[in-house]
């Protein structure tokens, strides 16, 4: 039976609060804040490390500044001993993350999204002990679904619920198209969350729809 914070003794009740201000320091939004502290309960009165996801779609061969922001984030949960789970998305990044744009993005080659993946992994190790890091790439268990698959994943969002993206929204009202491909992207960024087991996403402001869509996906 998983413990509450007061049946905690004083100490492990001490580090559950240190470790729940020290990750919520310098984060925007923690959805929500009692479910991050309630999944710290549970790491630290079973001695079970939590797993922090970070997904990464490899458009680009650098990381940018924005991205330290992150990575600074990540090795604390590292540093108190928990899981980092580096996604590379090497399938989805084939498609094109449509958020933030007034149009779709241009579709990777198999060579540019490799390529662009392993110098991700370089650069982050600067920040990141490379040794504690698992690396997942998605093209592992997306490539394997089936039609079937597919349709049943989509099965479980609405189109109005796609919708209230902004991109997708201001690109309505502009009368941009939306291709049809487009939709997936996040169906499938949620998918990834299910797979991996993650107990904790991390992921800039940008990316709020498609982190949300992980924790959907899970529930």
């Not at 061969?61 to 604390?76: A, E, I, S, Y």
């Not at 958020?99 to 999204?113: I, M, Y």
């Not at 189109?159 to 997708?168: G, K, Y």
């Amino acid at each position: 039976m998983m413990k509450t914070f007061d049946q905690l003794t004083a100490a492990q009740q001490k580090e559950v609060e240190r470790q729940l201000q020290l990750y919520m320091t310098g984060a925007q939004e923690v959805i929500p804040p009692e479910e991050l502290k309630a999944k710290l309960v549970k790491s630290i009165s079973t001695g079970t490390p939590l797993k922090i996801k970070l997904g990464l779609d490899p458009s680009a061969p650098d990381v940018h500044l924005g991205h330290t922001v992150v990575l600074n984030k990540l090795r604390q949960f590292q540093e108190n001993g928990h899981i980092v789970q580096l996604l590379i998305g090497d399938f989805t990044g084939k498609i094109g993350d449509p958020t933030g744009k007034s149009a779709a993005r241009k579709q990777l080659s198999d060579e540019e999204v490799q390529h662009n993946a392993k110098t991700y992994f370089e650069q982050f190790g600067k920040v990141l002990d490379p040794d504690k890091i698992e690396l997942h790439y998605n093209s592992k268990w997306l490539k394997t679904l089936n039609l079937e698959d597919v349709i049943d994943l989509a099965g479980k969002i609405t189109v109005a619920r796609l919708m209230e993206r902004d991109d997708f929204e201001e690109r309505i009202a502009m009368q941009k198209p939306i291709s049809l491909h487009e939709f997936f992207y996040p169906l499938m960024q949620g998918y990834d969350s299910v797979v991996l087991e993650s107990d904790i996403e991390l992921g800039g402001t940008d990316q709020h729809f498609n982190v949300l869509m992980g924790r959907h996906f899970q529930e």
